[in-house]
């Protein structure tokens, strides 16, 4: 609906145009406004989101060799635990940011949407914008591979019971860290989106049709990993035990 109403001049768009030029000559501290728009940049949001997909590879990755060891001391070796694919959350992650210019650019380009007043003498190309859609995509992936990581943590991805280890601290209940960092990420793009319009780069509209965008790679992300990672939950273990099953008539 955004995006018709963008490309048909509707009345969400006069609404719009109204909103942004209000919120371009706003209170809101230059400085900090445009610190936030910044946050939206490649060379800002790319990083952050390289350096937790390496850290969240990793962590697979031990989790692997961890589960390998506890497999081959105990497994049986037909119904040995499924394989972890570990590299898939991470390697999506990156998959998705780096299609973010691939559908941007070719809907700013049809769309044609002429940007604020600030931005006068710039070619027609404003919506959506390709910076909220930076920094929803790579800060929300970045949120997404916090929580799987910690699910895994938590779950052992379906391994066998890890060895019994001393006491410690108790760590944060789950859902307070998902609702921490949840809150978190959308805290950024917000300011993110704010920045943007405050410092008359783009229209409210191209933000929010940005971040429409920016949920579709997010739900695509989750749907993969929820499939074929070991994040599953185990279905690869109860595949394979139902085909044994399957095979023996029993």
């Known amino acids: 609906m955004l995006t018709w109403q963008v490309a048909c ?12 030029r209000a919120l371009a000559t706003g209170s809101l501290p230059a400085g900090a406004a445009e610190f936030c728009a910044d946050l939206g940049n490649t060379a800002v949001a790319l990083p952050v989101l390289l350096v937790v997909m390496v850290w969240a590879g990793w962590l697979g990755w031990r989790r692997q060799r961890e589960r390998h060891g506890a497999g081959q001391g105990g497994e049986d070796a037909d119904q040995g635990p499924a ?3 570990w590299w898939l959350p991470p390697l ?13 650019v070719p809907l700013k380009l049809w769309i044609a949407r002429p940007g604020p007043p600030q931005m006068t003498g710039d070619a027609p ?4 914008s390709g910076h909220g859609a930076t920094a929803a995509v790579a800060y929300g992936a970045v949120g997404l591979l916090l929580i799987h990581s910690r699910r895994g943590m938590r779950t052992g991805d379906g391994a066998t019971p890890a060895r019994p280890h001393p006491p410690t601290a108790p760590a944060p209940a789950p859902a307070m860290v998902t609702v921490a960092v949840t809150v978190a ?3 950024l793009n917000v300011g993110v989106g704010i920045g943007l319009v ?3 780069y783009h229209w ?3 933000v929010l049709g940005s971040w429409c965008l920016a949920g579709v790679l997010l739900a695509a992300w989750c749907a993969v990993c929820d499939r074929w990672s070991a994040g599953s939950g185990g279905r690869a273990v109860r595949r394979r035990t139902s085909g ?7």
Request: charged letters at 20%; glycine letters at 14%.
């Open 92 to 104: 999506a992650a990156g998959l998705a940011l780096a299609v973010v210019p691939a559908l941007v």
């Open 244 to 250: 044994g099953l399957g095979a023996d008539g029993v």
């Open 9 to 20: 001049h509707g009345p969400l768009r006069t609404l719009d145009e109204r909103l942004g």
């Open 125 to 128: 190309a404003f919506y959506p």
């Open 83 to 85: 394989p972890v694919r």
């Open 198 to 200: 405050r410092r008359g």
């Open 204 to 206: 409210p509209l191209d």
């Open 185 to 187: 990420v959308v805290v």
